[in-house]
């Protein structure tokens, strides 16, 4: 769910201008590679930001639940 929400913005886009830096793959081959980047920094990057492990979210419910 959270590699879909990071891609969501992707799927309409109809022009991607990319910057090519250091050594690897460039151009369209490395966008799957930069959406799995953001993925797997989140859950740090919200721990710092809210204090709240996702970890922990499992156990907190759902948005729904009351």
Not at 14 to 20: E, G, I, M, Q, Y
Not at 26 to 33: A, E, F, H, I, M
Request: hydrophobic share 40%.
């Amino acid at each position: 769910q959270v590699a879909e929400a990071v891609a969501q913005p992707l799927l309409g886009t109809r022009r991607v201008t990319l910057v090519a830096g250091g050594s690897g793959a460039v151009g369209v081959s490395r966008l799957p590679g930069e959406v799995l980047d953001v993925v797997t920094r989140l859950p740090q990057a919200i721990e710092t930001l809210t204090g709240v492990s996702i970890t922990q979210v499992g156990t907190l419910g759902t948005l729904g639940d009351t």
